[in-house]
């Protein structure tokens, strides 16, 4: 029986494997969800701030000033 060992690796792609074999992380917001967790290993993670951290970027994302074509305004 194995004991589920987890290691992530975060340069590059990002990367999960469970007793040395790779798994799926899934899609972008949950890869970005499951990047969050593992860089707080250890540590208790609220819902709302760890959420926020693995949004960011998704709004706001064009910079100051800049409107999504054909918006008014």
Do not use: N, Q
């Not at 992380?25 to 970005?32: K, Q, W």
């Not at 707080?40 to 926020?52: E, I, N, Q, S, T």
Request: charged share 30%; hydrophobic share 35%.
């Amino acid at each position: 029986m194995s004991d589920g060992r987890l290691s992530v690796e975060g340069l590059g792609p990002l990367r999960a494997y469970v007793d040395g074999e790779e798994i799926d992380v899934g899609p972008p917001m949950r890869r970005a969800a499951f990047a969050v967790l593992a860089l707080c290993a250890g540590a208790p993670v609220a819902v709302g701030p760890g959420k926020r951290r693995a949004g960011k970027g998704r709004r706001g994302s064009r910079g100051p000033g800049k409107r999504r074509p054909g918006s008014r305004g």
